[in-house]
């Protein structure tokens, strides 16, 4: 089992920053993806960024160019930086860790984009 403690969403005014972060603990492969999905209201989740171990990146088309994912493997910690936020960035930012064939998922934290 994995588990999964996702801090940093809030309140934030366009155009500003926020930075998330999720902790994973327990039965994780050295070899594994890392991510942050989001959720908006009335919409499907959707893939924001994702980082591999090694380590690469890719990205929504949407966030290119304003949010930088990175990870801590030693402390199996994965980073969301989001800059210049949008209105339309505004949901449920989930974590999600790939590992040993399975997908585990955080809690979710809520951020919301004030224009």
């Known amino acids: 089992q994995v588990q999964l403690v996702e801090s940093g969403g809030g309140l934030v005014q366009a155009g500003g920053s926020l930075r998330l972060s999720c902790a994973a603990s327990?039965?994780?492969?050295?070899?594994?993806?890392m991510g942050w999905y989001r959720q908006a209201p009335g919409k499907q989740r959707e893939l924001v960024a994702r980082?591999?171990?090694?380590?690469?990146?890719n990205y929504a088309d949407s966030v290119k160019g304003r949010f930088t994912i990175s990870r801590d493997n030693a402390k199996n910690t994965v980073y969301l930086q989001m800059d210049s936020l949008k209105s339309e960035d505004t949901a449920v930012y989930y974590c999600n860790v790939f590992t040993r064939g399975m997908n585990y998922w955080g809690q979710g934290t809520q951020v919301t984009v004030s224009s």
């Open positions: 327990g039965s994780i492969s050295a070899v594994n993806v």
């Open positions: 980082i591999t171990t090694y380590p690469s990146t």
